[in-house]
């Protein structure tokens, strides 16, 4: 493998692209990444911004419509408030958490709760928001899997957010990962891509079409 301190692009960034949120140098770097690179790891350090540059990633393809739909499967279910926080925060562009439901009390809402698998499945295939949020969990669930593959035409990318806790190639979720294989744009984020041993990065790397082999040959 030939390494190259500083790899040069051609920029694709759109002429007058208003970033929500200004990007650092290296930011733009990785944004640059990602927008010649359509399935790829970022394992930047924790706090360096890979969700800025994901969102910011995402919005380019949409507004080129390459994307009409991003799915963010959270490796950690409770960073699925943290990125509906972060897209508002980066994204002019909306969000919504699969299952999120609002006791009602009187005429107002109430606290928001996360519902049933059934109600997941039914908001991946009405809700139209650009960003679709979820958690890794979600596709142990044969039901989820197969709507998404054949009832939501709209979803062109998937980003993966905290990959290293889907490691196992026997786990219910792994097995769901990987029928999710047809779509053109996946982004796998994580700070720590091996926690262990190899192994552990095998399950991304299957998924994002970079390694070929089984896992036992790997």
């Not at 493998?1 to 960034?13: L, M, N, R």
């Not at 910011?56 to 949409?62: F, G, V």
């Not at 999120?100 to 928001?129: F, Q």
């Not at 996946?186 to 998924?207: E, F, M, Q, S, V």
Request: hydrophobic share 30%; with cysteine.
């Amino acid at each position: 493998i030939k390494y190259t301190k500083e790899q040069k692009y051609t920029s694709k960034i759109p002429k007058g692209f208003q970033f929500k949120t200004s990007p650092y140098k290296f930011q733009l770097d990785g944004i640059e990444y990602g927008l010649n690179h359509d399935k790829f790891i970022n394992a930047d350090q924790p706090g360096l911004g890979k969700s800025l540059q994901s969102i910011c990633i995402a919005d380019i393809r949409m507004l080129n419509n390459e994307v009409h739909q991003c799915l963010v499967v959270c490796g950690v279910n409770t960073l699925k408030s943290n990125w509906l926080n972060e897209i508002n925060m980066h994204s002019y562009n909306d969000a919504f958490i699969l299952g999120t439901r609002y006791r009602v009390k009187g005429t107002n809402k109430g606290k928001p709760y996360i519902g049933s698998m059934e109600d997941k499945i039914s908001d991946v295939k009405s809700h139209t928001e650009r960003y679709l949020i979820t958690n890794i969990e979600t596709l142990r669930n044969d039901k989820f899997i197969n709507t998404i593959r054949k009832k939501c035409p709209n979803i062109d990318m998937i980003i993966f957010d905290e990959f290293h806790h889907c490691n196992s190639p026997t786990s219910a979720q792994s097995r769901g990962l990987q029928k999710l294989q047809d779509y053109p744009y996946k982004i796998c984020l994580t700070g720590t891509p091996i926690l262990n041993r190899p192994t552990d990065c095998y399950i991304a790397l299957k998924w994002l079409d970079l390694e070929k082999s089984n896992y036992d040959t790997f």
